[in-house]
């Protein structure tokens, strides 16, 4: 365990507080994968963990969690809790509890059900390390009752199938498998920030097969298609796949330049310069032109933008003696054009030499 994670966890102790890491860091501390969220439960009450930790800046809910960053971790301190009812995926009553008995039993999947003490030593309530061992991923209790509390779970099981290689247990697969219509509650944003863990993983082809295999692409009212290509990236995938999802400002710029690739067919000086090395990478990937030969077309571009011309507007004027008008952005347009397909050299004699020969 960090250092400062440690010294945290005695913080509490010194003060007569139990506290321990549990959840998604202490799994990827028993399967020997760096973790930078740290999750903390303890029996201090939220006022009580500002003061022990002299917390200046944080974020906190109405659950009995605080949120903040020191350095690259992202802390997530709550206190031990007994969730009573739930309504629309939130705990809508909740009390304060003592011990980690009842908090566990509030936890989604036994893998992420382990609890770690000050000492490194692990309590595991819910026999998560054997289904750890045997890669399984298994609901803490009745899963109809957590899926139903908060069907987001049920993306959550497809993720850890996906980034951890597990397999679903049999009645977790079953059930999910006979209630789909579950996550057709989810919000939009919700739904897409599962999926953008799913398809930025390595295995994403897996886990958008299990999606399948399941039935909950219909859904999502997600149309996957039978010949759907790996891409490093989320949003090569999202290309492919149609979908009702929100996307950012940026993500639709991104999914419109691949578009544009993708009919111009081909990846070249004009579509590196227009659209970007990151949109030519996916697109490439999907017109299977080979990734190292986009790197190096893109680094040997003679100009990135129009600045990098070696002759502006005003030069042209003066060069041409005319007035400013759209005959500058069409000349401009020509040397940028001559420039990227090597048939004119980024330099203004020559460039200047090239104006009065051709615009006079």
Same mark, same amino acid.
């Given at each position: 365990m960090n250092k400062n994670i440690k010294d945290k966890l005695n913080?509490? *102790?010194?003060?007569?507080?139990k506290a321990y890491i549990v959840g998604g860091y202490v799994r990827d501390h028993l399967l020997g994968k760096e973790s930078f969220d740290v999750d903390i439960a303890t029996s201090a009450l939220p006022k009580e963990v *500002?003061? /022990?930790l002299g917390l200046d800046t944080f974020t906190n809910d109405s659950y009995g969690s605080l949120y903040f960053e020191e350095g690259k971790y992202n802390f997530d301190i709550t206190t031990f809790r007994k969730e009573l009812s739930y309504e629309s995926r939130k705990p809508?009553?909740?009390?304060? /509890?003592?011990n980690i008995e009842e908090d566990v039993i509030r936890r989604d999947f036994t893998i992420n059900s382990l609890y770690m003490d000050e000492d490194d030593n692990i309590i595991d309530l819910v026999d998560g390390q054997s289904d750890l061992n045997n890669k399984i991923i298994k609901m803490v209790g009745d899963i109809d009752t957590k899926c139903k509390e908060d069907p987001l779970r049920i993306l959550r099981? /497809?993720?850890f199938y996906t980034i951890l290689g597990f397999k679903l247990e049999d009645n977790l697969y079953n059930y999910i498998k006979n209630n789909t219509y579950l996550v057709s509650t989810l919000s939009n944003e919700r739904i897409k920030e599962e999926l953008d863990l799913i398809f930025e993983d390595d =295995? +994403? $082809?897996?886990g958008i097969k299990l999606i399948q295999?399941?039935? $909950?692409?219909k859904e999502l009212e997600i149309d996957i298609p039978n010949d759907? +290509?790996?891409t490093s990236s989320a949003i090569g995938m999202y290309y492919q796949i149609k979908t009702n999802l929100n996307f950012t400002k940026n993500e639709k710029d991104i999914l419109e330049r691949i578009d544009k690739i993708i009919k111009y067919g081909i990846i070249d000086n004009i579509t590196l310069y227009q659209y970007g090395l990151y949109a030519c990478s996916i697109a490439g990937e999907l017109l299977n032109v080979d990734q190292s030969a986009i790197s190096t077309e893109y680094k040997e571009l003679p100009i990135y933008n129009r600045s990098d011309i070696d002759i502006s507007g005003n030069d042209i004027i003066d060069i041409l003696n005319i007035e400013p008008g759209e005959k500058i952005e069409e000349i401009l347009s020509d040397i940028e054009i001559n420039i990227l397909y =090597?048939? $004119?050299? =980024?330099?203004k004699e020559i460039i200047t030499d090239y104006i009065n020969k051709n615009w006079r």
């Open positions: 913080k509490f *102790i010194k003060k007569g507080y *500002i003061e /022990i809508t009553e909740f009390e304060y /509890i003592d099981a /497809i993720r =295995n +994403k $082809l897996e295999e399941l039935g $909950l692409d759907l +290509k790996y =090597n048939k $004119l050299d =980024n330099n």
